[in-house]
């Protein structure tokens, strides 16, 4: 079985091009059972980081209402990523309801401290983190590329709301991943996720604090429907690593976890477990 927990649709003010249909085709083509997807239309910033002009900003009410519809089309193979715009907008009774009304459906809050220019500990997101804390949902957050997106904030954030499950997107992008895989072992509530990881980084974080504290993700379909395949180019992606030869490398119990049972046990996906 395989948990992508990290896939996207959306995206197009920031030159991203993610569509429903994309992320149905990718899983079909690279047998993904379930993906926790969410709307790139909720990013509030370029990738400079200066604000989208306000014809180009979309509402997280919006996104959350084209989230919400891909996932109800697909029950069984699709879960919701909250993707929040803390940068400009509050939370309103009306997205509060929304939330509490689909709670069947999502799976997790997400941050983008990059595409909104906010660190997780910024007081702009502890509403946000309180809507999670109120609803039992994980956190995930995009960590690496500017200060607000260190994974030392998240980690802050997690020490500060101990019943929340925070996960590290991409483990610090573009970083060797020491300061995330340091973090890891520092919070019982931190998990990271294997998007745009080298595979050594997954191997050495199971090596240090066990198989419970990595997932699967993948950013899919960012590089088109061949993502989990390789790069625009051509070029092999990291994934077929994660699917052909990791399994040589850790145990089989180690594997399953990464692949889809620490999925199901921090974002509550017990639904799934009559499928493996």
């Known amino acids: 079985m395989r948990i992508d927990t990290h896939v996207h649709i959306g995206g197009e003010a920031v030159g991203f091009h993610m569509s429903e249909e994309n992320v149905l085709e990718a899983m079909e083509k690279y047998q993904i059972d379930y993906a926790i997807v969410s709307n790139g239309d909720s990013g509030e910033m370029d990738h400079q980081q200066n604000l ?32 929040v715009k803390p940068y400009q907008e509050q939370i309103t009774e009306a997205f509060e309801k929304m939330i509490s009304q689909n709670l069947d459906v999502i799976c997790a809050i997400k941050l983008h401290p990059f595409h909104s220019k906010t660190a997780p500990t910024d007081k702009k997101i502890l509403p946000y983190l309180e809507l999670a804390q109120k609803y039992h949902l994980p956190v995930v957050s995009h960590t690496g590329g500017c200060e607000e997106a260190s994974p030392l904030h998240l980690y802050e954030a997690a020490k500060q709301y101990p019943s929340i499950p925070f996960v590290m997107v991409h483990m610090g992008l573009g970083s060797d991943n020491k300061e995330a895989l340091d973090l890891l072992g520092k919070a019982p509530n931190l998990y990271g996720d294997t998007t745009w990881v080298p595979m050594n980084t997954t191997i050495e974080a199971i090596h240090r604090y066990g198989s419970k504290k990595m997932m699967f993700g993948s950013d899919a379909p960012i590089d088109g429907v061949d993502t989990y395949l390789c790069n625009p180019k051509g070029e092999r992606s990291i994934y077929q690593d994660y699917f052909h030869v990791l399994p040589q490398k850790i145990d089989q119990e180690s594997y399953m976890d990464l692949m889809f049972r620490n999925a199901i046990r921090v974002f509550q996906l017990d639904k799934l477990n009559a499928l493996h």
Do not use: C, H, T, Y
């Open 52 to 83: 989208l002009p306000e014809s180009m900003q979309i509402s997280q009410e919006k996104s959350l209402e084209r989230i919400l519809k891909f996932a109800r089309n697909n029950p069984d193979k699709i879960g919701v990523g909250v993707w």
